[in-house]
């Protein structure tokens, strides 16, 4: 994890069915890959291994990007990704593609070990909070594992996700809010082409870190995102109109330079 940003809402017009007809097919891609692992997460004794869910969870998705964002803004974010693909060739990871897995996994868990009465649906409450717990626990942990793993973070700030409560940004997600806490402490890692080792390639000073619920219950996190570097279309366009690139590493250095318009070579 490199850099990390905080972007306002986007308007594509008339592109956005097209981007996001391009960015559905990635989306659908990745949901496959996570939906596909489901057999092989079951020990012997029908029990869950899960340090393997949370070592294997997105194994085969190899991502630049990680989009952080609230589920009403899906549509917008999966043609962000769509707009990333078709003209850069980034591939961007879409944290909705898993939250629906989780709860998909959470009743399979619960009609084998929770329920009590198949005819009348009724579930103990303590084992369905169980299994629930525990799957929270290995989809959090995924998912702060593809941020570690992929270059850059994106949070899509709207409405949706972030709301002012008494003068202090607030979400409602606990996803949007485990994201954004472990977007500020994660380890920053320069990327091998922008170290000294290569002189000829400067690397960015700024950023050192990575610079819902349902109707009823309401809970409010703290949304700090002061870590995140604020980015509108403004940037996405000066870097759309920046010229052709070579390599996905390029298009990335590019958006840096354009963001973090001050680099210098890192020791």
């Known amino acids: 994890m490199f850099k990390g940003y905080k972007l306002s809402r986007i308007d594509f017009k008339d592109n956005l069915d097209h981007y ?18 489901l057999d092989e997460f079951f020990l012997s004794d029908k029990s869950l291994d899960g340090v393997k869910i949370i070592d294997s969870w997105f194994p085969e998705i190899k991502a630049n990007v990680f989009l952080s964002h609230a589920h009403r803004d899906s549509k917008e974010v999966v ?31 619960d009609n084998q070990y ?21 799957v929270h ?7 702060n ?3 570690d793993k992929t270059e850059c973070l994106i949070f899509y700030d709207t409405p949706n996700s972030i709301k002012s409560f008494e003068s202090k940004d607030k979400t409602e997600s606990p996803w949007i809010y485990s994201e954004i806490a472990f977007s500020e402490i994660a380890r920053m890692r320069h990327p091998i082409r ?10 960015f000073k700024e950023g050192g870190k990575l610079g819902g619920i349902e109707k009823g219950l309401k809970v409010k996190y703290d949304a700090r995102t002061k870590h ?7 940037h996405l366009n000066e870097w759309f109109n920046s010229g052709t690139f070579t390599s996905v590493e390029e298009a990335l250095d590019k ?13």
């Not at 626990?137 to 998912?143: E, G, H, I, K, P």
């Not at 995140?228 to 403004?234: A, G, N, P, Q, R």
């Not at 958006?255 to 020791?267: A, G, N, R, S, V």
């Open 20 to 37: 996001y007809a391009v960015g559905n097919k990635l989306f659908k891609g990745q949901s496959n890959t996570v939906k596909s692992k």
């Open 79 to 109: 043609a962000l990704s769509g707009w990333l693909y078709e003209n850069f060739g980034i591939i961007a990871f879409i944290d909705s593609c898993v939250w629906g897995y989780g709860n998909d996994l959470i009743q399979i868990l």
């Open 114 to 134: 929770s329920r009590i009465d198949e005819k009348q649906n009724l579930y103990n409450y303590k084992k369905v909070l169980l299994s629930a717990s525990h």
């Open 137 to 143: 626990m290995m989809l959090s942990t995924a998912l």
């Open 145 to 147: 594992s593809m941020i």
């Open 194 to 203: 922008l170290t000294s080792q290569k002189p000829e390639i400067r690397a």
């Open 228 to 234: 995140l570097k604020d980015i509108t279309v403004d």
């Open 255 to 267: 958006f840096y330079e354009i963001t973090f318009p001050l680099p210098i070579l890192i020791q």
